[in-house]
C-alpha cells in the first residue's frame, strides 16, 4: 500500500466522537436575573479569577467596569478596536462572564475595593 493510499485510508475513515468527559471547563454555580447570570463566588475566589488577567487585560477590565465602549477603550489604551476586542473576549472567557452586563453585575465593586485600578 503506498502512501497516497494510507492518506486516503485515513481520510476515509469515519470520525469518533470525542468521550464527554474530557470537558475540562469548571462549572461554576450562578443565578440569571434580567440582564446576565450572577456567579455565585465569594470575593476571594473572584479575586483569584481576577488575578489570572494580564496587565493589559486588566487595565482593559477596568475600563470596562467604568462603562465605556470597546471603541472608546481601545482609544484610551492606544489599541487597535480588534486588539481591545481580543483582551474583552479572554477577560470573558477567563472571569466566567458572556456579556458587558454580567462583567458589571459580578465585578463592580470588587476591583475598587481591592486597588485593581
Excluded at 497516497?4 to 462549572?27: H, N, W
Aim: net charge positive; glycine share 6%.
Amino acid at each position: 500500500m503506498g502512501l497516497i493510499d494510507r492518506v486516503k485510508d485515513i481520510l476515509m475513515k469515519p470520525k469518533s466522537k470525542a468521550p464527554e468527559t474530557q470537558i475540562t471547563e469548571a462549572i461554576i454555580p450562578s443565578s440569571q436575573t434580567r440582564y446576565g447570570k450572577r456567579l455565585n463566588l465569594t470575593v476571594h475566589e473572584k479575586l483569584k479569577l481576577m488575578a489570572s488577567l494580564t496587565p493589559r487585560e486588566k487595565e482593559t477590565f477596568c475600563i470596562l467596569l467604568e462603562g465605556y465602549s470597546l471603541k472608546e477603550t481601545a482609544k484610551q489604551l492606544g489599541i487597535g478596536y480588534s486588539t481591545a476586542n481580543t483582551h474583552q473576549t479572554a477577560i470573558y472567557k477567563k472571569l466566567h462572564v458572556n456579556s458587558r452586563p454580567e462583567l458589571i453585575i459580578n465585578y463592580y465593586g470588587i476591583s475598587e475595593e481591592n486597588n485593581l485600578v
